[in-house]
């Protein structure tokens, strides 16, 4: 005797229910984009599905979970699903939803919010070349591997590369003003890259670097993210600035190697978080030595360049700048970047990879918000 149907179609809500959608990582019943969904008497289940926008990049994998899901209820025979496309209307409730408010509103920097538990860690170094770039994808990496919801704005506007050392090749999904940040590895990530043709330059002035890193702040959907990095462009110039007035809360990780040239300049670059009043957390050494096959250490760039920069920032700021790692000069680190997969992944056992897992690992705590929550402050008498 086969099931009644109206139980069968309950079953296959609760089916649905379990279907994420693959940007928003949301129920696709709680986003509104299950239409309907009908059970025929020969047990075929008829699924009309609305997509966010035409031409989404993401159907077949929405059309291969939802049939994995469906199928799976007793009872159901096959499912067959009809793609549709959300109205402006529509689009606009599901804007409004995820940002908690009318769509009409203006977009806020969620990160710069009282109540956020991000922890926001601007990537910064004084000079190119020094590696920044692939110490800010290694880390997004292996925090997320730890099971922690991460993002990567990459603030380098002139010299984006992160989206290809992570393997980021997805364009950003646009729901009316509210862009859908691509995904790889599980971290979340926007670029500039990503909107511009080919590997066209891009020749802004301060005031549009401004807005694009404000864009890539309030117009992504985030998500609630423990850590959002953000790769910096060298130095200390306009997107530094734009940084400390859109994020004053950004803490600042400074990436340096061990020659004193470049330790010199990354001084300067932390510096400027007494001018930002922003807390600097550490140094990072990176390209430190060679590991040699006899066990040996070859110290190409010289030594002692991270200590030396984490100890005067210390006493020019006034607060304590640990040195949080130094990480080994190794070819795979390159050779995972450019393939776009970072070597805390490829090769989770290298002594880099081993370096930039400690330093992850202490940049793991997600911030606990004082909002509502009493400090035990008592006043004192006059």
């Not at 899901?69 to 689009?91: D, P, Y």
């Not at 050392?165 to 003003?177: F, H, K, N, Q, S």
């Not at 599980?186 to 005031?207: E, H, Q």
């Not at 061990?258 to 390209?287: D, F, K, S, W, Y």
Request: aromatic letters at 2%; hydrophobic letters at 45%.
């Amino acid at each position: 005797m086969s099931a009644p149907v109206s139980t069968v179609n309950d079953a296959v809500l609760a089916a649905l229910a379990t279907v994420n959608d693959p940007e928003i990582r949301r129920p696709i019943t709680e986003l509104g984009m299950v239409r309907s969904a009908e059970v025929g008497e020969d047990g075929v289940v008829r699924v009309e599905l609305l997509l966010t926008v035409a031409g989404c990049p993401l159907k077949d994998k929405l059309r291969s979970d939802i049939t994995a899901a469906v199928g799976a209820v007793s009872g159901v025979s096959g499912v067959e699903i009809e793609f549709g496309v959300m109205s402006t209307e529509q689009r606009q409730e599901l804007q409004a939803k995820l940002r908690g408010g009318g769509a009409t509103e203006e977009p806020v920097i969620p990160f710069a919010q009282p109540g956020s538990r991000t922890r926001v860690y601007a990537v910064a170094s004084g000079k190119g070349g020094v590696g920044k770039s692939s110490v800010t994808v290694n880390l997004a990496a292996a925090l997320a591997a730890r099971g922690l919801s991460v993002g990567v704005v990459d603030a380098d506007i002139y010299g984006h590369s992160v989206p290809r050392m992570l393997g980021a090749d997805g364009r950003p999904t646009r729901v009316e003003d509210m862009i859908m940040p691509p995904q790889a590895h599980g971290v979340k990530v926007i670029s500039i890259g990503m909107f511009t043709a080919g590997n066209a330059a891009v020749v802004w002035r301060g005031p549009m670097l401004h807005r694009a890193l404000q864009q890539f702040l309030a117009d992504v959907y985030w998500g609630d993210l423990d850590v959002l990095l953000l790769d910096l462009p060298p130095g200390t110039g306009d997107v530094a600035i734009s940084l400390a007035q859109l994020l004053p809360n950004a803490e600042i990780l400074v990436v340096t190697t061990p020659q004193a040239a470049a330790a010199e300049v990354a001084e300067r670059a932390g510096a400027i978080a007494l001018q930002t009043h922003q807390r600097v957390v550490g140094v990072i050494e990176n390209m430190s030595w060679l590991e040699l096959p006899d066990g040996s250490r070859m110290e190409i760039f010289g030594a002692g360049g991270g200590q030396t920069v984490a100890d005067s920032l210390t006493q020019t700021i006034g607060a304590s700048v640990p040195l949080l790692g130094q990480v080994p000069l190794d070819t795979r680190v390159r050779e995972a970047g450019d393939e776009g997969n970072p070597i805390v992944l490829a090769e989770p056992d290298s002594p880099a990879s081993k370096a930039l897992g400690q330093v992850a690992d202490r940049l793991a705590l997600r911030r606990e918000s004082l909002l509502g929550k009493p400090l035990g402050l008592k006043p004192t008498g006059r």
